[in-house]
């Protein structure tokens, strides 16, 4: 079983349209990171979330950390096809924060023009 | 500057080969981590330097698998006797230290034949 569980796994909307990709831990997150990836590439970082109830913002994309520390949103806000990819979420989830990421599966986003 | 890069890009090895896979972190990165992404998954980490010292090698799969950062900057993966299973994307990632944002190479898409 998944450590981290993203929702949903695959998402097509309508350019324009806002949309919401959750993950959740049934552990403390020590730093979660969101990351975007296309097909074949690398990993792009976008945002690190470290403390309960923080909210970060980048150009039309927000990814909030809950007070409790076991899940994260991120929101699109205004999709663009620019946005399309494979979002992922990546957590420390060692209390001792050794650095050493796992990761959710991943949503694949796809953005109708 | 230049970030993380990885060759080769793409590699088709035959069962039974041995492959080596090279990373080139961030100058200066002191931390260095290997994932192994599989098909349609999030990716999973295999193991850790920082500087030459390889700390945690828990999720080398097999004793098949070897990494090595000599000199505390590029590092190999090595991976003998290739099996079918072995077939993934490998990411590199480096970080300025161990729990700092980590920033991906392209990978190197390892097909098994």
């Known amino acids: 079983s998944q450590e981290l569980e993203q929702s949903p796994q695959s998402l097509i909307v309508q350019e324009g349209k806002n949309l919401t990709i959750n993950c959740t831990s049934s552990?403390?997150?020590?730093?979660l990171y969101w990351y975007k990836q296309k097909y074949g590439e690398g990993l792009i970082f976008l945002m690190m979330?470290?403390?309960?109830?923080e909210e970060k913002s980048h150009e039309k994309i927000t990814a909030k950390l809950d007070e409790k520390k076991q899940q994260s949103s991120l929101h699109i806000t205004a999709s663009q096809p620019s946005h399309a990819g494979i979002y992922l979420c990546?957590?420390?989830?060692?209390?001792?924060?050794?650095?050493?990421?796992?990761f959710g599966q991943g949503t694949t986003l796809q953005v109708k023009p | 500057g230049a970030g993380v890069s990885q060759s080769p890009r793409y590699k088709v090895a035959k069962r039974g080969q041995d492959v080596a896979l090279r990373c080139d972190p961030i100058?200066?990165?002191?931390?260095l981590f290997w994932y192994q992404q599989a098909l349609g998954q999030g990716p999973e980490f295999l193991t850790y330097?920082?500087?030459?010292?390889?700390?945690?090698k828990s999720g080398l799969p097999s004793d098949r698998f070897f990494a090595e950062r000599p000199e505390g900057s590029v590092s190999t993966l090595k991976i003998q006797r290739t099996q079918q299973e072995d077939s993934a994307v490998y990411l590199c990632?480096?970080?300025?230290?161990?729990?700092?944002?980590?920033?991906f190479g392209p990978g190197t898409r390892l097909t098994v034949l």
């Open positions: 100058s200066g990165h002191v931390s």
């Open positions: 979330l470290q403390k309960g109830g």
């Open positions: 552990k403390t997150l020590y730093g």
């Open positions: 990632a480096s970080s300025p230290g161990q729990t700092d944002t980590q920033y």
């Open positions: 990546g957590a420390d989830t060692s209390s001792g924060n050794t650095g050493k990421l796992i």
């Open positions: 330097f920082q500087n030459e010292a390889q700390l945690d």
